[in-house]
């Protein structure tokens, strides 16, 4: 899954969750203030009161219309729904298993209508069959008593009574409205009561805040996204050397004042990569005038004194001047041999499209002709490298193999070149004098050699002793 529907998903759960949270919290603090009998009086007495105006017209006829009232109350006590004079939906719903029967009273305190009327006999005083407490809720209402709390009594032993009056339009008191109901046990019960009337509102609500947020979390996601898409984006360039790639973020938050420091970071990184090339572009003129100066130019220099010898011994010693011309050219092809070699390394492009084996093996044929030095290319687990290791690989054997032909002495050189799983190994040996490292100063081509392979995050290696030959290990991470 993307990043993007990763932030959408959490974004839509954690709406969706925050809604759900405030509706428990909300159904809690429901059943925490139904569960006080005061605070259930206030709530369900009102409603009563509301619809119990519904019986009026039924009442105040005269005789009063009872059949017309039970239905009414068989209904309420089956369904356990009160609703208002409008017909509107129902404001309070008593769950038939908690309303267990209801009355209608008359003035006189007889009871008019019972349901079920096993609940108390009808045309019968109603102090006869009521509790006590419940009497005087009864005659609080036919008296007109308002105040909700005074309309309601309940304990364990007799349930729980609540009244309300029924008034005619003139506010006359008609007959009083009597509920008998037994109150849930446990919050899971409480629960379950309020749950069924607000479910289909709680569920219209999740699903709008679901929505919402599923809208709201795509687009900021989407935002989101393409900013990292194009720190990507730019780090992938970085990656391949291209340091003229930037990040184009206006933002003032962390994601925009990332970019600004990686594009700070890659300047500063294209400007140390420039100064290392024209360090290693200094570094390499100096080298290649001291080689042409310790080398070429003493040759050069040594055959124009032989030219030099054979015209003064031209005249009278021909033989001398011929072995003096010779020596002279043996010194030129010499320097020609060096400067060919000089000529040869600062040519690297020989790489291009053929591969650091192929290349190898034709210079290790040249040089093996032009020093005399039998020469052997060892491969192993060959796989294709990046042109740039290629190229730091090749630089190193062919200061290797300079190196090899002006101060070893040698034979032989083994060149052998190791591919594992994590790196590209180049082993250039040789059987010729050795050295001790100890006690030699390392010149400028073995410090290049170390700065190529370092530059590619590998190492090198050096061991030499005098009469054992000499070694260069070059391993470079692939």
Known sequence: MSLRWKLTLSYTLVTAGAILLVELVVL???VYLLASPRTLARVVVPVLSDAATELAPA?????????????????????????SQDAAPARLNLDPLYLRGALLVGPDGRIWVAEPRDLCP???????????????????????????ERLYTGDPTHGNWMAAPVRDERGRILAALVLYVTLPHGLGEWLRLLAEPLLPSALAVLAFAAVIGTVFGYFTARGLTRRLTALAQAADA???GDFRASVHDPARDELGQLARRLNRMAEQLHNLLQARQELAALEERNRLARELH??????????????????QHLAQQPRQAQAALEQAEGLIQQAQQELTALIRELRPAALEGRGLVPALREYLAQWEAQTGIAADLQVQGQRPLPLEVEQALFRVAQEALSNVARHSGARQVVVRLTWTPA????????????????????????????????????????????????????????
């Open 59 to 83: 009442l105040a006829q005269q005789p009063p219309d009872l059949e017309a009232v039970r239905p009414w109350l068989a209904d309420l006590v089956r369904t356990g729904r009160l609703a």
């Open 28 to 30: 809690l603090a429901a």
């Open 294 to 311: 310790d080398a070429v130019k003493q040759q050069i220099f040594a055959a124009g004194m032989q030219i030099a010898a054979a015209r």
């Open 238 to 240: 970085w990656s391949r």
């Open 423 to 478: 790196a590209v190994t180049l082993e250039v040996r040789d059987d010729g004098q050795g050295f001790d490292p100890t006690r030699t100063r390392q010149g400028l081509g073995l410090h290049s050699m170390a700065e190529r392979v370092q530059a590619l995050g590998g190492t090198l290696q050096v061991d030499s002793a005098p009469g054992a030959g000499t070694r260069v290990v070059a391993s470079v991470p692939v």
């Open 122 to 148: 009808e045309d019968r005083p109603a102090a006869e069959c009521l509790p006590p407490a419940a009497w005087d809720v009864v005659q609080r209402a036919l008296h007109g008593e308002q105040r909700s």
